[in-house]
T-cell receptor, first 115, second 111 residues
């Protein structure tokens, strides 16, 4: 079974530029998560989708970050404009239905460097 | 304020040694999970504990959830180089709520 796919794997941009990340979850998984993992820290949830609806985006910096999952499958996360402190690994995860006992499967992440 | 405190932050040991890493909080969690993350990859779930006092074993790994559901430990017996990685604990305050991750313990097992 294919896992969670993410692209690109690496991205280097200058501050104030825009960047977008793409995630393809495991087939059949209704719930999709985007996490930010800064070096030396654990992942922090940015946004959670259930199908194409947002369940939790309370920790998403909405002035510069946006995410969508229009058809309830693939998702994109965008940063515009990027700041130096956005340098991190952006992890996408998916789970079957987001329930309490559900297992989250993580993709390999996109490593973003903002110069 | 870090909701989940992990210790130690870094641990370097020789193959064959035993070790314990800790995950502590002042808050009660409905469930707690342990993950291992290797460089360039996402975290992989090792175990979920939900009952206070629960002990789960996975080969050489033993996981314990504190009686008050505020803390957890991971014990590895006879560590091997393949155990090297970042060990993360993550808790959910209520059933189905978002996971909060600790900052991780970076384990290096030297051959």
């Amino acid at each position: 079974e294919a896992g969670v796919a993410q692209s690109p794997r690496y991205k280097i941009i200058e501050k104030r530029q825009s960047v977008a990340f793409w995630c393809n979850p495991i087939s059949g998984h209704a719930t999709l998560y985007w996490y930010q993992q800064i070096l030396g820290q654990g992942p922090k949830l940015l946004i959670q989708f259930q199908n194409n609806g947002v369940v939790d985006d309370s920790q998403l910096p909405k002035d510069r970050f946006s995410a969508e999952r229009l058809k309830g499958v693939d998702s994109t996360l965008k940063i515009q404009p990027a700041k130096l402190e956005d340098s991190a690994v952006y992890l996408c995860a998916s789970s079957l239905d987001g329930g309490a006992s559900d297992t989250q499967y993580f993709g390999p992440g996109t490593r973003l460097t903002v110069l | 304020t870090q909701l989940l405190e992990q210790s130690p932050q870094f641990l370097s040991i020789q193959e064959g040694e035993n070790l314990t890493v800790y995950c502590n909080s002042s808050s009660v969690f409905s469930s707690l999970q342990w993950y291992r993350q290797e460089p360039g990859e996402g975290p992989v779930l090792l175990v979920t504990v939900v009952t206070g006092g629960e002990v789960k074993k996975l080969k050489r790994l033993t996981f314990q959830f504190g009686d008050a559901r505020k803390d957890s430990s991971l014990h590895i017996t006879a560590a091997q180089p393949g155990d090297t990685g970042l060990y993360l604990c993550a808790g959910a305050r209520t059933s189905g709520s978002r996971l909060t991750f600790g900052e991780g313990t970076q384990l290096t097992v030297n051959p």
